[in-house]
């Protein structure tokens, strides 16, 4: 079995915002194989498969900072590895529109990879990363992200979604190594 976790913010408010980008991914993938997601206590989740491979795709329905406990519970619950689970989450550092997968590691600033990595006791999970970008110079980061995201830019993350998605099917029938050598090059200009 698979795990993928996207991260967000629930309730409709935060929606349209970068910080729910963890949750476009999963939620394009539940389009792409017919998933419902339903809502088990702390977690909306879906379960299905993936050219055969068993899936369980997960949106923490507490706020980004608070979502390292739903996910211990659920890694927990599905008695789950950690190599078989995947983190989705919008990511300041990268350009709007880049995806990029990641073993593991730190949790470079952002509060939802913190309290998994806090609640898990340990940074041993691949990510895959959706890049929205610096905000401009005047902007605190946290009003960025939670900002709604611009027609323009939306386009471009839309995008992105989309291979974010083939990097997780990608990962899912592959492995992380293949994702990451597909889907981690710099785009040309």
């Known amino acids: 079995m698979r795990l993928i ?3 967000g913010n629930p309730g409709p408010a935060y929606a349209g915002t970068r910080h729910n980008a963890g949750f476009w991914v999963v939620d394009a993938l539940a389009v792409g194989i017919e998933l419902e997601f339903k809502r088990r206590g702390a ?3 879906a379960r299905g498969f993936v050219a055969g491979w068993d899936v369980t795709l997960a949106k923490p329905q507490a706020y980004m900072n608070r979502s390292g406990p739903i ?5 927990a619950g599905l008695g789950i590895r950690l190599k078989d689970v995947i983190v989705v989450h919008d990511d300041l550092d990268l350009d709007p529109g880049r995806v990029r997968l990641k073993a593991r590691g730190g949790h470079g600033g952002h509060n939802g990879v913190l309290s998994i990595i806090t609640a898990l006791e340990t940074d041993q999970f691949a990510r895959v990363k959706l890049g929205v970008g610096r905000p401009p110079e005047h902007m605190e980061a946290e009003n960025y992200v939670l ?8 386009a471009v993350l839309d995008e992105a979604v989309k291979q974010a998605v083939l990097a997780v099917e990608c990962w899912i029938c592959e492995g992380l190594a293949s994702a990451m050598n597909r889907f981690n090059r710099v785009p040309p200009k």
Not at 71 to 75: E, I, Q, R, T
């Open 43 to 45: 977690v909306s989740r």
């Open 71 to 75: 996910v211990a519970d659920l890694v």
């Open 147 to 154: 900002a709604p995201v611009p027609a323009g830019e939306r």
């Open 5 to 7: 976790v996207g991260l």
